[in-house]
């Protein structure tokens, strides 16, 4: 078998996606990965060749085309790791490990799903609305709840409604959509529905997680979560990602390794 | 002619000087997917202790300024299901295997080295003394020349296996310490273990770790490791792996020319799982390109006036 080692592959797009310069998109050209590459996976990325910032960074695949080998990861610049990222330029080349970590599981064609994004947790949604849908799911089962603090954070809100699915954009603030957080959406559109014939994707802020692991577990939900963490090895060995279960707090997963992605009542939030 | 890498350390022979250091490499099976294993000159296991342990609580590393603080406390699944669910892999690679042990009595310690001795399939012991993380036991026992001296003894009587003593800098004299250890019947020691460490988040003023403290470790460690194998190596006549901060080729030239007669990847591992091929890969081009026939060729080789 083929191992996953590090490649360098070269940058084919780095551009910012909004006026602040907060939200960017990466485009890694010839990612040539030895294994398949699935929703709910991640790269792990030396975003500089120096020693400061040391660890690699973590960042979910919002998309990944085998034919064209491009690899598609937006991102939000939160610290010293994101910010580094940003300045790299068309043409360099980035040292990229992956893919790494579990995937999303296929929901029975029964259901109707609900995909649930805050802040930044959209990119890998994209991807699994997109792989969901080529494995014969119609447009009308996906709902695509799009939740941001405000207008300005909804930054791929055009390419998730040409996806063809129902999309319910939500704002803290009600500058657009829904006013109120994403799961309150989540909870009052699916409130006619038979809780059995639910099954749920999230993926987001910790808080958000929390507050939809809690209120769709309660409605009787399936489904699954997609956590981030920072990760100094993204490879199970160095312990470090680690959370605690719901069962019993003094067991712990690996988000890097067992995850990221998690059943839904799986892990303490 | 390819340069031979092979060292042999207390009768055991490495295909090459290039070790995997404890608590960096799992139990060597979350990295088969990632590296050949067999390339290795050797593994060494996370520390096991008598009964699994869960570790301490997130948040459990911080990123630090070429480097980062740990404090993983000891996770590990306990000698019982070590021996029944990773020493199966581990006998089917063609590297040489050396457990870590650690405890936070002599009894632990000894029972543990008792039922590997048992089990088989061990090649070598490192005595886990230097762990920074733990309330009781661990850097104790290797903080205390004394204390070193009985818990070395004590296992030495329960095991056939050859023991290598990891030693903490966090001491004094870590001359004293190495002595120590060979004087309990230490085959070798390596060093360094990780140095205590600490960092605070200056927006909620916690500590970085949830244990307060942890070891720092990576290439802002590597200075005085480097330092530390060299006094032990012109002091004490005893077998050295070094160990702290190696990432690069050069990196592991150092601590061969100051005294290292093998060498352990740490932290570089989380970085780059390829990171010791890289290393082998490395050493053997440097020999090369000056014609040295051996590792040998370089091992204390260092050209200090005094």
Partial sequence: ?269 | MKPDLRVDIAGVTFKNPVLTASGTFGYGEEFADLIDLDALGGIVTKSITLHERPGHPPPRTCETAAGMLNAIGLANVGIERFIDEKIPFLKTLDTVIIVNVAGSTIGEYVEVCRRLEKAGHVDMIELNVSCPNVDEGGMEFGTDEASLIRIMTAVREVTTRPIIAKLSPNVTSIVAMARAAKEGGASAVSLINTLVGMAVNVHDWRPSLSNTTGGLSGPAIKPVAVAMVYKVARAVDIPIIGIGGITTPADAVEFHLVGARAIQIGTANFIDPDAGMKIIAGLRQYLAERRLGSIHDIIGKVKTSS
């Fill in chain 1, 1 to 269: 078998m083929k191992k996953i080692i590090p490649q360098y592959c070269s940058i084919a797009d780095n551009r910012r996606l909004d006026a602040d310069g907060r939200y960017f998109r990466l485009k890694v050209a010839d990612f040539k990965p030895v294994r398949p590459v699935y929703p709910g996976q991640f790269v792990h990325i030396k975003v500089a060749d120096a020693y400061d910032p040391f660890f690699r960074r973590a960042f979910s695949i919002a998309d990944y085309d085998p034919a064209t080998r491009r690899l598609e990861i937006i991102y939000k610049v939160v610290g010293k790791g994101t910010s580094t990222l940003a300045i790299r330029r068309k043409g360099d080349s980035l040292d990229v490990l992956g893919p790494l970590g579990n995937r999303f599981s296929a929901a029975s064609k029964t259901k109707t799903v609900a995909l649930v994004a805050g802040g930044i947790g959209f990119p890998p949604l994209i991807y699994l609305a997109k792989a969901l849908l080529s494995r014969g799911f119609s447009g009308d089962q996906l709902l695509f709840f799009y939740g941001g603090r405000t207008k300005t954070d909804l930054i791929e809100l055009r390419r998730i409604r040409a996806l063809g699915v129902h999309v319910f954009p939500c704002t803290d603030d009600g500058s657009y959509g829904f006013k109120g957080f994403v799961t309150e959406a989540v909870m009052q559109r699916l409130a006619d529905a038979n809780p059995k014939g639910v099954y749920i994707y999230g993926c987001g802020p910790e808080p958000m997680l929390a507050t939809l692991q809690e209120s769709a577990m309660r409605r009787g939900y399936a489904g699954e979560l997609s956590l981030e963490a920072p990760m100094p090895c993204g490879v199970g060995v160095c312990l470090g990602c680690i959370k605690p279960t719901l069962d019993n707090p003094r067991k712990y997963v690996r988000v890097c390794y067992d995850g990221p992605v998690f059943k839904l009542g799986e892990v303490k939030l």
